[in-house]
Antibody, heavy 119, light 110 residues
């Protein structure tokens, strides 16, 4: 069965960077793309970006463009989300999500990683 | 891109049907048949319940159904049950490898 296991919660100061990992298992890693989605406390879901595991192509939401980098390591079946110049309103739960084949639906979600940005 | 528009809340009694709307634009909902819906219980991970407008993943009860007309997609929950009380989010492909979510709708079972 498909499992996406994310790295642990983080506490960062404003201006710092955070890198969240997402290790996939139970399927062929390079057969599916990933998206990252975040959810601020008490708020809705926000799409952050997309990465192809086949060729590394990426697309980022305007809201985080320039501060976020998505990468994958096919040798370890792991996806990464790197967010820089953190601000207090980056405090959120960050989810890695597999993008379903032949479509644009988010079918399997990681357990979420809480990133808290506080001085 | 702007978020899709959903009502903040809807409610219904057990056994009734409720419908949640999700209004987008000519660049997302109207342009593609890639609308999906997620259910999220408090403190839990979102769960895919509808994809490609009308399709249900394995294991999702057929009480959940999706549709779309022009700029608006809809999720209908028939035979409302207590465990359906949750937040629901729509999501649409918006071209150029981008996705956009709705603001979310809280469903209350009276």
């Amino acid at each position: 069965q498909v499992h996406l296991v994310q790295s642990g919660d983080e506490v960062k100061k404003p201006g710092a960077s955070v890198k969240v990992s997402c290790k996939a298992s139970g399927y062929t890693f390079t057969g599916y793309a990933f998206s990252w989605v975040r959810q601020a406390p008490g708020q809705g879901l926000e799409w952050m970006g997309w990465i192809s595991t086949a060729n590394g192509n990426t697309k980022y939401a305007q809201e985080v463009q320039g501060r976020v980098t998505l990468t994958t390591d096919t040798s370890t079946s792991t996806a990464y989300m790197d967010l820089r110049s953190l601000k207090s309103d980056d405090t959120a739960v960050y989810y890695c999500v597999r993008v379903g084949v032949n479509g644009w639906h988010l079918d399997y979600w990681g357990q979420g990683t809480l990133v808290t940005v506080s001085s | 891109q702007s978020a899709l528009t959903q009502p903040r809340s809807v409610s219904g009694s057990p056994g009734q049907s409720v419908t949640i709307s999700c209004t987008g634009t000519s660049s997302d909902v109207a342009a593609y048949n890639f609308v999906s819906w997620f259910q999220q219980h408090p403190g839990k991970v979102p769960k895919l319940i509808i994809f490609d407008v009308t399709k249900r993943p394995s294991g999702v009860p057929d009480r959940f159904s999706g549709s779309k007309s022009d700029y608006t997609a809809s999720l209908t929950i028939s035979g409302l049950q207590a465990e359906d009380e949750a937040d629901y989010y729509c999501c649409s492909f918006a071209g150029s490898y981008t996705l956009v979510f709705g603001g979310g709708t809280k469903v209350t079972v009276l």
